[in-house]
């Protein structure tokens, strides 16, 4: 049975503020940024590409929004800067 107090907290663990970082990866840096925290999304961002991207349940990070479409970024690298990054 779920608690008034239960659900209280849940919603603070996924109300972990992050703040704006840069991640550099291949000499390029990429400006991140939380998009929102349920579902956490988070934009990512540089003079030639602007990404939404999210974790799924299994893991993986996946593009959620991207502009322009022809462009590739490090998915997997910028999703494991994420991760360290929230983790502290």
């Given at each position: 049975?779920?608690?008034?107090?239960?659900?209280?907290?849940?919603?603070?663990?996924?109300?972990?503020?992050?703040?704006?970082?840069?991640?550099?990866?291949?000499?390029?840096?990429?400006?991140?940024?939380?998009?929102?925290?349920?579902?956490?999304?988070?934009?990512?961002?540089?003079?030639?590409?602007?990404?939404?991207?999210?974790?799924?349940?299994?893991?993986?990070?996946?593009?959620?929004?991207?502009?322009?479409?022809?462009?590739?970024?490090?998915?997997?690298?910028?999703?494991?800067a994420i991760d360290?990054?929230?983790?502290?």
């Amino acid at each position: 049975m779920c608690t008034v107090t239960g659900i209280c907290l849940a919603l603070v663990i996924n109300l972990i503020i992050v703040e704006p970082f840069t991640v550099t990866i291949d000499g390029v840096n990429y400006q991140v940024s939380l998009h929102s925290a349920f579902p956490r999304l988070f934009d990512v961002f540089n003079q030639d590409v602007y990404y939404t991207i999210g974790k799924t349940d299994a893991g993986n990070w996946v593009y959620i929004k991207h502009e322009p479409l022809s462009a590739i970024i490090p998915i997997k690298e910028i999703g494991d800067a994420i991760d360290d990054h929230v983790a502290g």
